[in-house]
């Protein structure tokens, strides 16, 4: 679409897919339980999670900004970049559900959790050593796979800990917003300056430190 009718269109059919969810629940939403939640009160309550959250949307960046940004290094054409996110997005979204049904059957998430961030912080690390496009598609790909896989799995262990209500729900992506800040911020200012492997490195140790803070914040999980 992009080739063929230019961005303006496809960012018009994206538009109008972001709408389709309000179709299906705008009359199922009843009036009476819509609660004004309380910051203050959810901030008591999503204990143990706060580090948890800033490095869980510390990494949402990685996986949206910072490969794309990186992979204009590598991708020449619109239609090579289509090609290979929708073979990532269908490749994850399938191993993902098969993964995330067998999490939710035994409740086992730490154990997935660092299996998953263990590969994940490698693949991070050996993204920058990647010279080729070739090797670059798949390394991308590995981690991208991963990536889409744990992130259910990072859901469920919040979802395991808390009860999801309003004020879980706020105070959550306030904290995901915190994460996604401080990165962003580091990541522009190292782009800026063409220092690629820092990025790397601190996406990594982010990847890597996470199941070890799930471990010691939420030991009511198993």
Same mark, same amino acid.
């Given at each position: 679409?992009?080739?063929? @009718? ?6 018009? =059919? ?6 389709? !969810? ?5 009359? #199922?939403? !009843?009036?009476? #339980?819509?609660?004004? !939640?309380? +910051? ?37 054409? $619109? *239609? ?24 939710? #059957? ?40 991963? @990536? ?7 859901? =469920? ?5 808390? *009860? ?10 306030? +904290? ?6 401080? *990165?962003?911020?580091? *990541? ?7 220092? @690629? ?12 430190? @996470? !199941? +070890?803070?799930?471990?010691? #914040?939420? $030991?009511?999980?198993?």
């Amino acid at each position: 679409m992009a080739t063929k @009718y230019g961005y303006p269109w496809l960012f018009v =059919a994206a538009a109008v897919m972001y709408l389709l !969810p309000l179709l299906f629940v705008w009359k #199922k939403i !009843p009036t009476e #339980k819509i609660v004004t !939640p309380s +910051f203050k009160e959810g901030l008591r309550s999503f204990k143990g999670l706060k580090t948890i959250s800033i490095l869980e949307g510390a990494l949402h960046h990685f996986n949206a900004i910072v490969i794309v940004v990186y992979a204009l290094l590598f991708l020449n054409t $619109t *239609t090579e970049v289509g090609y290979f996110l929708s073979y990532l997005a269908l490749l994850g979204f399938v191993i993902g559900m098969i993964l995330s049904h067998r999490s939710d #059957k035994n409740q086992k998430r730490k154990t997935f959790i660092f299996v998953l961030f263990l590969l994940m912080s490698i693949s991070i690390f050996a993204l920058p050593l990647a010279k080729t496009n070739l090797l670059w598609f798949v390394m991308v790909g590995i981690f991208n796979v991963i @990536y889409t896989v744990s992130s259910p799995l990072r859901l =469920a262990v919040s979802l395991d800990a808390r *009860t999801a209500d309003m004020n879980f729900w706020r105070v959550r992506e306030f +904290f995901l917003n915190v994460g996604r800040v401080m *990165t962003l911020a580091v *990541t522009v200012l190292l782009f800026s300056l063409q220092q @690629y492997l820092p990025v790397f490195l601190l996406f990594g140790m982010i990847a890597l430190s @996470y !199941p +070890f803070v799930v471990s010691y #914040k939420l $030991t009511e999980v198993k």
